[in-house]
């Protein structure tokens, strides 16, 4: 387009039109040019001449990265940042950014779905009446939600929001993350505990890290050993979080009472993976975060970090703060 002296590329076309970031970017100078990308060539074909990357969920490690020619900001849209080599991008003087209140009321809204999916069995309950199967026994155990434990993992925005709903439904919460301040947890009314303490402890273990080196198989088969028997494991986070089938060992041999997944470690799904087969487990389509605002607000809030960038000014949500001394004196 005329008049416009930037590039933009958004890597993944097939999840939202650019209608929303083409207006904003304009503004910036700057056109966007889009594809559904499906392998490093396919973005590096794309992107190996843009001023700026939108980024949902196809790959930019460090062998796209190093061909990069003039790229400046790789926008993330949400909460993670995995699908983006971060140091490679920080050696380059390529700010990363992110949208940290993404999806926040969505997630935390179905994970408590999940949580009383699960705890009352209530897929299985749908699926029996639909079989014309109009009892209970089949359906016991089920205890009462009120006063158990809800074990968070990671206590960000997330974790708190979904706190805030927890106890509205009177269960006590815990929480590991060795990154958050007591005091913050003290407002909250909320015990800091050790990874195992939590484990042994909850009666629901829910998962909201991100994933990184350090959170990839975070629970696998040791940790699963040490939930009790009667607990349910909830992943609205990363699906590599969680060793798969070390969660079907524990959930097919009894080690805990199920678990509620909007994320697996691949996906789609292989459909014969025999974690989909059990019925004490709850699978959704990674769909936590979506309804068309919050769809809209990341769409916005990532556009608008990359015109920061395009303008000379760092973004709002820079998650590679290293890089600021690489820039210093080129942005503000």
């Excluded at 790959?59 to 940042?81: D, N, Q, S």
């Excluded at 705890?119 to 089949?138: C, E, H, S, Y």
Aim: charged residues 25%; hydrophobic residues 40%; proline residues 5%.
């Amino acid at each position: 387009m005329a008049g416009l002296k930037f590039n933009v590329a958004m890597t993944d076309s097939q999840i939202f039109p650019v209608t929303v970031e083409r207006e904003i970017l304009a503004k910036a100078g700057a056109d966007v040019s889009e594809a559904a990308c499906r392998s490093e060539g396919e973005v590096l074909r794309l992107a190996q001449d843009a001023d700026g990357i939108l980024n949902v969920q196809a790959k930019i490690p460090r062998g796209v990265i190093e061909k990069l020619t003039k790229c400046k900001v790789i926008a993330r849209y949400g909460i993670g940042y995995d699908t983006v080599d971060l140091a490679a991008a920080t050696e380059r003087g390529i700010c990363v950014c992110n949208v940290p209140a993404f999806c926040v009321d969505e997630v935390a809204d179905t994970t408590l779905s999940l949580i009383l999916a699960t705890t009352r069995k209530l897929i299985f309950a749908v699926d029996m009446v639909r079989g014309q199967n109009w009892a209970r026994q089949p359906l016991r155990p089920i205890h009462r939600l009120r006063g158990q434990t809800l074990g968070l993992i990671a206590f960000g925005m997330i974790g708190r929001a979904v706190c805030e709903r927890a106890k509205t439904f009177g269960l006590n919460v815990i929480a590991y993350d060795p990154y958050v301040d007591k005091s913050l947890a003290q407002r909250y009314g909320v015990e800091l505990v050790s990874l195992d303490d939590l484990l042994r402890r909850s009666d629901v273990v829910s998962i909201h890290t991100p994933l990184s080196q350090e959170t990839r198989h975070l629970i696998g088969e040791a940790e699963l050993r040490k939930m009790k028997k009667t607990a349910h494991l909830i992943n609205t986070a990363r699906g590599p979080v969680v060793d798969g089938k070390a969660l079907h060992k524990a959930v097919s041999e009894g080690w805990i009472a199920g678990a509620g997944l909007d994320v697996m470690e691949k996906e789609p799904p292989d459909w014969d993976d025999p974690l989909l087969k059990l019925p004490s487990v709850v699978v959704v389509p990674h769909y936590a975060g979506y309804t068309e605002e919050s769809y809209h607000e990341v769409r916005v809030r990532a556009a608008d970090q990359v015109a920061q960038v395009l303008r000379g000014e760092f973004p709002k949500h820079l998650v590679n703060p290293e890089v600021r001394e690489k820039l210093k004196g080129r942005l503000k």
